[in-house]
């Protein structure tokens, strides 16, 4: 019991350092994108201000549902390999499920807002604000 602890910590930090690049890029990254985007949104008049923030959102979509495809390829690392002790195994793979899931409902959450945003820009165009 006393060996198994020391491993099932360090499968842990490993596993913990696979995972946290991820976040900390996207954390790292958010504050200038958010500014910049809150600038877009704030000063968008036209058709074609629209179409950009609704590009952008599809990007993060994008970007988030990859998050989540890595992520379940992660989770199904876990199921093959051999943990110092099964508990560690299926810790890692319900965090790296729960992270998926999240990175699902903001790739949702993005999707939705580039629809609200072409439709923005398909109503603008038809007033004739382009």
Do not use: W
């Not at 379940?72 to 943990?83: E, P, Q, V």
């Amino acid at each position: 019991m006393n060996k198994v602890r020391p491993v099932l910590v360090v499968a842990l930090v490993v596993a913990m350092f696979a995972i946290a690049p991820q976040v900390t890029t996207a954390q790292e990254g958010a504050p200038a994108e958010q500014s910049e985007i809150a600038k877009m949104v704030a000063s968008a008049k036209t058709a074609e201000d629209h179409r950009k923030i609704a590009e952008y959102y599809q990007k993060e979509a994008a970007e988030a549902k990859k998050k989540a495809s890595d992520l379940h390829a992660l989770r199904d690392c876990y199921k093959t390999k051999t943990m110092a002790g099964e508990a560690a195994g299926g810790k890692a793979r319900r965090e790296c499920t729960l992270q998926a899931m999240q990175y699902r409902k903001i790739a949702e959450e993005d999707e939705a807002l580039a629809k609200m945003h072409l439709e923005m820009a398909e109503k603008l165009e038809k007033e004739g604000k382009k």
